[in-house]
């Protein structure tokens, strides 16, 4: 039996290539039968014309992009209502981890050498995943694949607002056992792209006055540079891989859309960045895989430095300081099969250390241990796990001042999660789940100058959540040619001692407190048909997807309202056809009327909007290479619309691209 | 500040809000007034010698929220965001940060510190004016045909359109006052005075601005407040001597009979807020305003009313768990203090202001929200009415 297989993504109508001449099973298909399916999944053709991470998971249910604007602009994301700091950002199963805010940019990420994008509600169910994983209130994973044959991959594309991509990829099969990947890939963008104010007020004796005014986004260029290298080893019941990765960029920050006096410039900000990690994995199988082991390991470092300008603008607060965090990671995680019973034992160990050159900064440091324990019982059309874990962490700092105080700076949480599933009528399956997990405080919650409060608790997020699904099986039969899927599941989430921003006894002088409180009820549903094989050459499939969330804050004195940003009500249409080479596209997403303050009046609403993109891809084989034209019209329709109140996003735009396989 | 003249202070005021509003504030709808007698007939007569209170919400760094508000004595109508409605033209309406606010000759002056511009909108009916472009501006002082106006300048040398910055001098630059022609909306020139000045007053012809260095002690390599007010002379319109006080300086209040005030934030860790005087005639000796003993003053709210000061506090500002805190009042006249025991109970004040025998005490809320304004009567000290506001009300000015 097959035990949801989902085929929520569309790119399951492309197969992948042929694979490397190994004896080995990627871990991944072993560990298909025990794990829950992802709630959201991007993979194959539908990720590759993603220009980034974040424009691959916005149709994602249950998740909100929170987005600037633009491809210099950060992007972050927010499952659930719960808040971005409880998203785990994980590649290849190792957490990306930002110790300053916790908020992962994946406008940072590339998605051309990945092969998936899932994102997990509470946890993914790996036997082998890390200790860290299980503390994550969801997981978003990103996942690359080793290279499956000796392959070179050029790619250049370009459009709208002085966007330029172009980069190299390389897969090389070395003898039986191992392989290699390498990439370099170079971005750039003027960002320059217009925006329209444009409205109607009520003026004097209730009649409607119309503004109208086309404006440009300045100082939101972008360069970056990315580059990786990646080796892999592969054999019966051993694997593993390391690789090295380097993000640099150089940016403008066009700042939020204010009136301003004509003379003085919206910003001048300038942001760089250079990141670079060392990460591996080794995963060790015995006894026929009765006992599986996996390491996994990562050292960061990662730069940035921002600058204000002052110089070329006047109005800006003079600021030019760099911040330096630096990580280590250790992670052992053991797998013990016996029978219908699957026991996982995790340990992870993790240093973080932030540097900076700000006024009277502390330099934080902080050690934090990871230890869980998991188990999964799963007889025939039955699954029932859970697992607990138990977080430490420790921190360090220069010296005591102000609020920064050495007591209270180590802080122990455990997490527990119970995962029920059962399958019914071959076809259907419920399932449920409760966790409560952790978010630490941030370095810049806790030791942020002049704002830091040492002495904060873990912020605690609750969840329960309740799903049915139907899936038709996965493979077409020839009376049947469609698959179809559906699923609903509603869920309750609670957010205690959250972690917000509140003036002290003097109120030029704000400070960090565990002070929220958050209830948040949602429902989504997701239907899916596809036609994976093609009939009369035409293969096709239409998804749907809607979001309902009620967060509702519970702090005096605006309790009882909506919290800022989370629509009440959102949801996309996807639709893909395929036919001889070609394959288009078509996405429709709305994302309903929020608010941009804890309070639910008109004042602060900010405008629903709904998003159109429209996706042309053809290829052709030609002597052994294959060519792939790609055509990307965004914001069809040229919507006006924001997802950061007064961060204009950008109009209709264009990327055209060609990318050369061989 | 403008001195008020206020000729008819306590009873009419309270008359005219009294008869015009409900227990929870001013009534908020045209039709609340409604009245069976509204068409006998009689003689129009002026309540008080106020037209408008203005309220100045300051809104969010770059929320562009600023908004606003008034209070209607003629109807006792509280009106909200009477500024963007008032100009649905204007694309982004009254910008960011609204920082003072002040009325002269029919004009009320709006100080919007982070859309660097004072708006100059018709006190009758709130429609824009003009629009004077200030880098930074804080706060704002009428004196004769002149505005004076501190910034924080960002080491703009020379001023308006081809403006230039002394870039080597850009990272720390000292803040300067703008002098401003009130009729012609002209800026006539600057005068450099401390690091990052915020208020200011006027007394027998000189200037006294509260330096606060705010961005200076962020910067290296002092990371230091400034603790001094600079006195210019209006005359010459050159500095002329500097006081030196406490760190951080915020709001200075003249009592027109010699004494100046100065609020002082203090540095947040071991030096308190607090108030200080000096007398004009001898600015060097410049003592702590004393009379509750440990009570440290938050020197953040305070308002002036003629020869008193009022200023209200807690009994610390160096708490980091930001519990509910008891708040008090105390005035201030010629050195002495007195404890006006105002029932405070529900409000977290953000700024004070004084009309007559009334005090206006808002609050901020959680500073991102609607905040609200409150007006207590001090010779009853009785809370008269509270009203929901934009996003932090922090200024006030009366036309009258």
Redesign the interface.
């Known amino acids: 039996m097959s035990l949801l297989l989902s085929v929520f993504s569309a790119g399951l109508l492309i197969g992948p290539g042929p694979v490397c001449d190994t004896l080995s099973i990627p871990a991944a298909s072993i560990v298909v039968r025990k794990e829950a399916p992802p709630s959201a999944r991007v993979s194959g053709a539908a990720l590759a014309f993603c220009a980034s991470a974040a424009d691959a998971v916005r149709t994602f249910t249950g998740l909100q992009l929170k987005d600037y604007g633009g491809v210099g602009g950060l992007k972050t994301v927010n499952v659930r209502s719960l808040g971005s700091q409880h998203v785990g950002v994980y590649l290849d199963g190792i957490a990306i981890d930002q110790a300053q805010n916790m908020q992962v940019d994946l406008g940072r990420l590339s998605t051309w050498s990945l092969r998936e994008i899932s994102l997990y509600n509470g946890q993914k169910n790996d036997p082998l995943q890390t200790a860290k994983e299980y503390g994550s209130a969801s997981a978003l994973h990103f996942t690359t694949a080793a290279p499956g044959e000796n392959r070179l991959r050029a790619r250049v594309s370009g459009g709208s607002f002085g966007s330029f991509s172009g980069g190299l990829l390389l897969e090389r099969c070395l003898g039986d056992q191992w392989s290699l990947r390498t990439s370099a890939e170079y971005t750039r963008t003027d960002g320059n792209y217009r925006y329209r104010?444009?409205?109607?007020?009520?003026?004097?004796e209730g009649e409607?006055?119309?503004?109208?005014?086309t404006l440009v986004r300045e100082n939101g260029d972008l360069h970056s540079l990315k580059a990786d290298a990646e080796l892999f080893y592969s054999a019966a019941f051993r694997e593993g891989r390391i690789g090295v990765r380097y993000y640099g960029s150089e940016r403008g920050f066009p700042?939020?859309?204010?009136?301003?006096?004509?003379?003085?410039p919206l910003s001048a900000d300038r942001q760089k960045d250079h990141a670079l990690s060392l990460q591996g994995q080794w995963n060790f199988a015995t006894f026929g895989r009765i006992y599986e082991l996996t390491l996994r390991g990562k050292l960061s470092d990662d730069y940035t430095r921002y600058e204000t300008h002052?110089?070329?603008?006047?109005?800006?607060?003079?600021y030019?300081n760099y911040y330096r965090q630096l990580a280590g990671y250790l992670s052992v995680s053991q797998r013990l099969r016996l029978g219908e019973f699957d026991l996982s034992l995790a340990t992870d160990v993790q240093y973080n250390r932030l540097d900076s050159?700000?006024?009277?900064f502390v330099r934080p440091t902080r050690l934090t241990t990871y230890t869980a324990a998991a188990l999964t019982w799963s007889p025939d059309s039955f699954r029932a796990s859970a697992s607990l874990l138990h977080t430490f962490a420790a921190d360090r700092f220069d010296r005591e001042?102000?609020?920064f105080t050495r007591e209270n700076t180590s802080r122990s949480v455990f997490s527990p999660f119970v995962r029920l599933e059962y399958l019914f009528r071959k076809h259907f399956s419920l399932s449920a789940f409760a966790k409560r997990s952790y978010r630490m405080p941030t370095f810049n919650d806790l030791y942020y100058?002049?704002m830091g409060?040492a002495?904060l608790r873990p912020e605690d997020a609750r969840q329960v959540s309740a799903a049915v699904s139907y899936h038709s099986g996965d493979r077409a039969r020839p009376d049947r040619p469609w698959q179809v899927q559906a699923r609903a599941e509603a869920y309750h989430n609670r957010v205690l001692d959250k972690i917000v921003a509140?003036?002290?006894?003097?109120?030029?002088?704000w400070?960090m407190?565990n002070f929220g409180k958050v209830d948040i009820d949602g429902a989504e549903l997701e239907g899916e048909i596809v036609i994976p094989r093609p009939v009369r050459g035409i293969s096709w499939g239409v998804t749907a997807r809607y979001t309902y969330q009620r967060a509702i804050n519970r702090l005096e004195?605006?309790a009882g309202n909506q919290i800022p940003y989370i629509p009440l009500h959102s949801g996309t249409v996807s639709a893909v056809v395929t036919w001889k080479g070609w394959r288009a596209d078509w996405t429709s997403s709305f994302t309903g009327l929020r608010y941009?303050?804890?309070?639910s009046?008109p004042?602060?609403e900010v405008a629903p909007f709904s998003l159109s993109d429209f996706r042309l891809e053809k290829r052709l084989s030609v002597r052994g290479g294959e060519y792939t034209f790609r055509l990307s019209l965004n914001n069809v329709f040229g919507s006006r619309y924001e997802v950061v109140?007064?961060y204009p996003m950008p109009g209709r735009h264009l990327i055209t691209g060609v990318e050369l396989s061989f | 500040m403008k001195k008020y003249t206020l000729l008819f202070v306590s009873g009419l005021v309270a008359l005219a809000i009294a008869a015009c509003s409900k227990d929870d504030g001013p009534s908020k709808s045209g039709t609340d007034n409604a009245s069976t007698d509204e068409n006998l007939a009689g003689e129009t007569v002026t309540v008080g010698d106020y037209k408008k209170i203005f309220v100045l919400n300051e809104g969010q760094m770059g929320a562009n929220n600023a908004t606003l508000d008034f209070l209607r004595f003629s109807d006792g109508k509280y009106v909200w965001n009477a500024y963007n409605q008032m100009n649905p033209e204007l694309p982004l309406g009254l910008g960011d940060v609204g920082n003072d606010i002040a009325v002269t000759g029919g004009e009320v002056w709006m100080v919007i510190n982070n859309s660097g511009l004072i708006e100059v909108a018709d006190a009758r009916n709130e429609r824009h004016i003009a629009t004077i472009e200030i880098p930074t501006p804080r706060s704002i002082v009428f004196e004769g045909k002149y505005a004076y106006v501190t910034s924080w300048n960002g080491a703009v040398l020379a001023y308006g359109d081809g403006y230039s910055v002394d870039a080597a001098n850009s990272k720390n630059p000292k803040g300067v006052v703008y002098k401003i022609d009130i009729k012609s909306h002209k800026v006539l020139g600057n005068v450099e005075v401390g690091y990052q000045p915020e208020g200011l007053a006027v007394y027998n012809g000189n200037l006294y601005v509260a330096n606060s260095g705010g961005i200076s002690s962020q910067l290296a390599p002092a990371y230091a407040y400034d603790y001094t007010v600079s006195i210019v002379s209006l005359s010459s319109f050159k500095l002329t001597e500097t006081v030196e006080v406490a760190p951080n300086l915020k709001s200075v209040f003249s009592d027109g009979k010699g004494t100046i005030y100065v609020t002082t934030l203090g540095n947040y860790s071991n030096v308190h807020s607090g108030l200080y005087a000096f007398s004009a005639a001898a600015p060097k000796s410049v003592s702590r305003v004393q009379g509750t003993g440990a009570i440290a003053y938050n020197g953040s709210v305070a308002a002036v009313n003629g020869t008193k000061v009022y200023v209200l506090g807690n009994d610390t500002e160096f708490d980091w768990n930001a519990k509910t805190h008891d708040w008090y009042i105390w005035s201030v006249e010629e050195g002495t203090v007195t404890d006006e025991k105002l029932d405070l109970s529900g409000i977290n004040p953000y700024a004070a202001f004084s009309v007559g025998s009334q005090l206006i005490v808002s609050d901020a809320k959680d500073y991102v929200g609607p905040g609200s304004v409150t007006m207590f009567d001090l010779t009853r000290n009785a809370k008269l009415w509270t009203v929901t506001a934009g996003v932090c009300p922090g200024h006030f000015a009366i036309w009258n």
């Not at chain 1, 104010?197 to 004097?204: A, I, N």
């Not at chain 1, 409607?208 to 005014?213: E, I, T």
């Not at chain 1, 700042?255 to 003085?264: E, H, I, L, M, Y």
């Not at chain 1, 941009?596 to 309070?599: H, M």
Request: proline share 11%; aromatic share 12%; no cysteine.
């Open positions: 104010l444009s409205g109607y007020r009520t003026g004097e409607w006055k119309r503004f109208d005014s700042g939020p859309v204010v009136r301003r006096a004509d003379p003085f002052p110089e070329r603008n006047p109005m800006a607060l003079p030019d050159d700000a006024g009277q001042a102000g609020g100058t002049f409060n002495s509140l003036p002290t006894a003097s109120q030029f002088r400070t407190l004195p605006y941009s303050t804890a309070v009046t004042d602060y109140q007064h």
